[in-house]
Protein backbone atom coordinates (compact mmCIF):
# COMPACT_ATOMS: atom_id res chain seq x y z
CA UNK A 1 0.00 0.00 0.00
CA UNK A 2 1.38 3.80 -0.48
CA UNK A 3 2.63 5.62 1.89
CA UNK A 4 -0.33 7.87 3.44
CA UNK A 5 -1.38 8.96 6.29
CA UNK A 6 -4.02 11.18 7.29
CA UNK A 7 -4.76 12.52 10.29
CA UNK A 8 -6.91 12.73 12.17
CA UNK A 9 -9.03 9.92 11.01
CA UNK A 10 -12.17 11.33 13.09
CA UNK A 11 -12.79 15.02 13.91
CA UNK A 12 -15.74 16.57 15.58
CA UNK A 13 -15.61 20.89 15.95
CA UNK A 14 -18.25 23.29 16.33
CA UNK A 15 -19.28 26.37 13.48
CA UNK A 16 -16.68 28.69 13.30
CA UNK A 17 -13.84 27.09 14.13
CA UNK A 18 -10.68 26.35 12.45
CA UNK A 19 -9.95 23.28 11.26
CA UNK A 20 -6.57 21.74 9.64
CA UNK A 21 -6.48 18.04 8.54
CA UNK A 22 -3.06 16.89 7.59
CA UNK A 23 -2.03 14.24 4.95
CA UNK A 24 1.39 12.58 4.86
CA UNK A 25 2.97 10.64 2.15
CA UNK A 26 6.33 8.49 2.08
CA UNK A 27 6.21 8.14 -2.02
CA UNK A 28 7.60 11.90 -2.38
CA UNK A 29 5.12 11.93 -4.86
CA UNK A 30 4.95 15.18 -6.72
CA UNK A 31 1.14 16.01 -7.04
CA UNK A 32 -1.28 15.91 -3.73
CA UNK A 33 -5.19 16.41 -3.65
CA UNK A 34 -8.06 16.91 -1.53
CA UNK A 35 -11.50 15.55 -1.99
CA UNK A 36 -14.54 15.92 -0.30
CA UNK A 37 -16.99 12.74 -0.39
CA UNK A 38 -20.19 13.62 0.00
CA UNK A 39 -23.98 11.16 -0.74
CA UNK A 40 -25.50 11.83 -3.72
CA UNK A 41 -22.21 14.02 -4.84
CA UNK A 42 -19.57 11.08 -4.92
CA UNK A 43 -15.83 12.68 -4.46
CA UNK A 44 -15.15 16.31 -5.52
CA UNK A 45 -12.25 17.73 -5.95
CA UNK A 46 -11.27 20.71 -3.63
CA UNK A 47 -7.65 21.91 -4.01
CA UNK A 48 -4.33 20.01 -5.26
CA UNK A 49 -0.96 20.07 -5.42
CA UNK A 50 1.92 20.00 -8.19
CA UNK A 51 5.02 20.58 -6.06
CA UNK A 52 6.09 22.31 -2.84
CA UNK A 53 4.30 25.80 -2.60
CA UNK A 54 2.20 25.34 -5.93
CA UNK A 55 -1.47 24.58 -5.11
CA UNK A 56 -4.43 25.20 -7.74
CA UNK A 57 -8.02 25.11 -6.84
CA UNK A 58 -10.51 22.30 -7.74
CA UNK A 59 -14.21 22.22 -8.22
CA UNK A 60 -14.92 23.30 -4.65
CA UNK A 61 -12.77 25.52 -3.08
CA UNK A 62 -14.41 28.18 -1.31
CA UNK A 63 -13.74 28.05 2.49
CA UNK A 64 -10.51 25.81 2.00
CA UNK A 65 -7.04 26.96 2.12
CA UNK A 66 -4.67 24.68 1.71
CA UNK A 67 -0.42 24.80 2.06
CA UNK A 68 2.58 22.30 1.06
CA UNK A 69 5.52 23.49 2.21
CA UNK A 70 6.82 20.08 2.24
CA UNK A 71 6.84 17.29 -0.13
CA UNK A 72 5.60 14.99 2.22
CA UNK A 73 3.11 17.11 3.50
CA UNK A 74 -0.01 18.85 2.67
CA UNK A 75 -2.56 20.54 4.98
CA UNK A 76 -6.18 21.56 4.35
CA UNK A 77 -7.53 23.87 6.46
CA UNK A 78 -10.92 25.50 7.08
CA UNK A 79 -10.58 28.57 7.95
CA UNK A 80 -14.37 29.20 9.93
CA UNK A 81 -16.05 26.13 9.48
CA UNK A 82 -19.44 25.30 8.80
CA UNK A 83 -22.37 22.70 8.63
CA UNK A 84 -21.96 22.38 5.10
CA UNK A 85 -18.45 21.38 5.70
CA UNK A 86 -19.45 18.33 7.36
CA UNK A 87 -18.46 15.57 5.07
CA UNK A 88 -15.26 12.94 4.90
CA UNK A 89 -12.49 13.90 3.34
CA UNK A 90 -9.54 12.47 1.36
CA UNK A 91 -6.21 12.70 0.26
CA UNK A 92 -4.69 11.63 -2.68
CA UNK A 93 -1.39 11.36 -4.25
CA UNK A 94 0.39 10.90 -7.37
CA UNK A 95 3.55 10.44 -9.41
CA UNK A 96 2.03 12.39 -12.42
CA UNK A 97 -0.50 14.33 -13.55
CA UNK A 98 -4.07 13.61 -14.68
CA UNK A 99 -3.26 9.83 -14.71
CA UNK A 100 -5.94 7.84 -12.29
CA UNK A 101 -4.50 4.38 -12.23
CA UNK A 102 -1.17 5.93 -10.57
CA UNK A 103 -3.58 7.93 -7.77
CA UNK A 104 -3.59 6.47 -4.44
CA UNK A 105 -5.81 7.37 -1.68
CA UNK A 106 -5.38 7.96 2.26
CA UNK A 107 -8.16 6.21 4.60
CA UNK A 108 -10.04 9.55 4.80
CA UNK A 109 -10.94 12.03 8.14
CA UNK A 110 -14.96 12.29 8.81
CA UNK A 111 -14.97 15.50 10.19
CA UNK A 112 -18.44 16.62 11.52
CA UNK A 113 -19.10 20.53 11.89
CA UNK A 114 -22.17 20.96 15.18
CA UNK B 1 -15.90 20.74 -19.28
CA UNK B 2 -15.93 16.68 -18.77
CA UNK B 3 -18.62 15.36 -16.30
CA UNK B 4 -19.61 11.90 -15.80
CA UNK B 5 -22.65 10.16 -15.05
CA UNK B 6 -23.45 6.77 -12.85
CA UNK B 7 -26.89 6.20 -14.05
CA UNK B 8 -27.94 3.99 -10.70
CA UNK B 9 -27.29 5.03 -6.72
CA UNK B 10 -27.89 1.66 -5.89
CA UNK B 11 -27.46 -1.76 -7.49
CA UNK B 12 -29.16 -4.73 -5.35
CA UNK B 13 -28.27 -8.27 -6.87
CA UNK B 14 -28.51 -11.61 -5.42
CA UNK B 15 -24.99 -13.76 -4.89
CA UNK B 16 -24.17 -15.69 -7.93
CA UNK B 17 -25.82 -13.38 -10.03
CA UNK B 18 -24.51 -11.04 -13.19
CA UNK B 19 -24.88 -7.63 -12.30
CA UNK B 20 -23.74 -4.48 -14.96
CA UNK B 21 -23.13 -1.02 -13.36
CA UNK B 22 -23.18 2.12 -15.73
CA UNK B 23 -21.37 5.02 -16.45
CA UNK B 24 -21.89 7.73 -19.19
CA UNK B 25 -19.24 10.55 -19.85
CA UNK B 26 -19.00 14.03 -21.93
CA UNK B 27 -15.86 15.26 -23.00
CA UNK B 28 -14.64 16.99 -25.53
CA UNK B 29 -11.41 15.59 -26.35
CA UNK B 30 -10.55 12.23 -25.91
CA UNK B 31 -10.42 10.87 -22.30
CA UNK B 32 -9.07 7.79 -20.18
CA UNK B 33 -11.40 6.60 -18.03
CA UNK B 34 -11.22 4.37 -14.72
CA UNK B 35 -13.04 2.40 -12.07
CA UNK B 36 -12.66 2.74 -8.70
CA UNK B 37 -13.78 0.38 -5.66
CA UNK B 38 -14.26 2.02 -1.80
CA UNK B 39 -14.76 -1.07 0.45
CA UNK B 40 -16.39 0.46 3.86
CA UNK B 41 -14.55 2.35 5.91
CA UNK B 42 -11.78 2.22 3.12
CA UNK B 43 -10.31 4.59 0.59
CA UNK B 44 -10.79 4.03 -3.55
CA UNK B 45 -8.60 1.59 -4.96
CA UNK B 46 -8.35 1.10 -8.90
CA UNK B 47 -10.50 -1.82 -10.47
CA UNK B 48 -9.53 -0.97 -13.40
CA UNK B 49 -9.04 1.41 -16.22
CA UNK B 50 -8.70 2.10 -19.97
CA UNK B 51 -6.54 4.50 -21.56
CA UNK B 52 -5.66 3.17 -24.68
CA UNK B 53 -6.02 -0.15 -27.66
CA UNK B 54 -8.66 -3.01 -26.86
CA UNK B 55 -11.90 -1.72 -25.64
CA UNK B 56 -12.63 -4.45 -23.58
CA UNK B 57 -10.89 -4.44 -20.21
CA UNK B 58 -10.11 -6.71 -17.48
CA UNK B 59 -9.54 -5.73 -13.76
CA UNK B 60 -9.48 -7.02 -10.34
CA UNK B 61 -11.69 -9.67 -8.67
CA UNK B 62 -13.42 -10.53 -12.36
CA UNK B 63 -14.42 -7.02 -13.30
CA UNK B 64 -14.64 -6.05 -16.81
CA UNK B 65 -15.28 -3.07 -18.31
CA UNK B 66 -16.46 -1.82 -22.05
CA UNK B 67 -15.23 1.32 -23.80
CA UNK B 68 -17.85 2.44 -25.93
CA UNK B 69 -17.06 6.03 -28.00
CA UNK B 70 -19.59 6.01 -29.74
CA UNK B 71 -22.39 6.02 -27.17
CA UNK B 72 -20.08 7.51 -24.31
CA UNK B 73 -20.02 4.64 -21.80
CA UNK B 74 -17.66 3.08 -19.60
CA UNK B 75 -19.67 0.18 -18.01
CA UNK B 76 -18.54 -1.89 -15.22
CA UNK B 77 -19.68 -5.96 -15.22
CA UNK B 78 -19.09 -9.04 -13.59
CA UNK B 79 -20.81 -12.30 -14.44
CA UNK B 80 -21.16 -13.20 -10.78
CA UNK B 81 -20.91 -11.75 -8.08
CA UNK B 82 -19.98 -12.25 -4.64
CA UNK B 83 -20.94 -10.84 -1.12
CA UNK B 84 -18.01 -9.77 -0.54
CA UNK B 85 -18.53 -7.70 -3.76
CA UNK B 86 -20.61 -5.07 -1.82
CA UNK B 87 -19.22 -1.82 -2.27
CA UNK B 88 -19.11 1.67 -3.11
CA UNK B 89 -18.36 2.27 -7.07
CA UNK B 90 -16.85 5.08 -8.61
CA UNK B 91 -16.53 6.04 -12.20
CA UNK B 92 -14.17 8.38 -13.12
CA UNK B 93 -12.75 10.58 -15.93
CA UNK B 94 -9.62 12.57 -17.16
CA UNK B 95 -9.24 14.37 -20.57
CA UNK B 96 -6.12 14.26 -22.72
CA UNK B 97 -5.97 18.14 -21.93
CA UNK B 98 -6.27 18.29 -18.21
CA UNK B 99 -4.72 17.07 -14.76
CA UNK B 100 -7.90 16.41 -12.86
CA UNK B 101 -9.72 13.79 -12.76
CA UNK B 102 -13.65 14.19 -12.08
CA UNK B 103 -15.56 11.41 -10.38
CA UNK B 104 -19.21 10.29 -10.86
CA UNK B 105 -21.53 10.15 -7.90
CA UNK B 106 -20.92 6.27 -7.07
CA UNK B 107 -23.16 3.23 -7.37
CA UNK B 108 -23.62 1.23 -4.29
CA UNK B 109 -23.89 -2.35 -5.25
CA UNK B 110 -25.46 -4.58 -2.44
CA UNK B 111 -25.17 -8.32 -3.04
CA UNK B 112 -27.45 -10.44 -0.39
CA UNK B 113 -27.05 -13.87 -0.20
Known amino acids: DAGITQSPRHKVTETGTPVTLRCHQT?????MYWYRQDPGHGLRLIHYSYGVKDTDKGEVSDGYSVSRSKTEDFLLTLESATSSQTSVYFCAISEEAGLGEKLFFGSGTQLSVL | AQSVTQLDSQVPVFEEAPVELRCNYS??????LFWYVQYPNQGLQLLLK??????LVKGINGFEAEFNKSQTSFHLRKPSVHISDTAEYFC???????????FGTGTRLQVFP
Open chain 2, 92 to 102: AVVSYNTDKLI
Open chain 2, 27 to 32: SSVSVY
Open chain 1, 27 to 31: ENHRY
Open chain 2, 50 to 55: YLSGST
